[in-house]
Nanobody
């Protein structure tokens, strides 16, 4: 099982970024995919999760209305579209799989990709 996160970078406050998570090595629809982030000095937290089978989503309150998670089954890829970025969105973003629910509980995810850095500057 491999998850490859990409798309991070430096963006100004109010800008947008789209992160990608390419999955391989397993049946894509078998497990849901979640996005999590960890800011310096803080614990890792959930951003949102998606059911790879039916596309249903669940978002953290801190990002609700500003992010959209989608999936491309043909490409075995999940996207995290982030709009109106704030400085507090600065973090390393990780995608993970292994869960069969979309409750976005970290303990349900046991396969993690490497992170991609998102930095929001004013």
């Amino acid at each position: 099982v491999q998850l490859q996160a990409s798309g991070g970078g430096l963006v100004q406050t109010g800008g947008s970024l789209r992160l990608s998570c390419a999955a391989s090595g397993y049946t894509f629809k078998h497990w849901n995919i979640g996005w999590f982030r960890q800011a310096p000095g803080k614990e890792r937290e959930a951003v949102g999760c998606i059911s790879t089978s039916d596309g249903s989503t669940n978002y953290a309150d801190s990002v609700k209305g500003r992010v959209t998670i989608s999936r491309d089954i043909a490409k075995n890829t999940v996207y995290l579209q982030m709009n109106n970025l704030k400085r507090e969105d600065t973090a390393v973003y990780y995608c993970a799989t292994g869960a069969i629910s979309v409750r976005c509980l970290q303990w349900e995810y046991d396969r993690w990709g490497q992170g991609t850095q998102v930095t929001v500057s004013s």
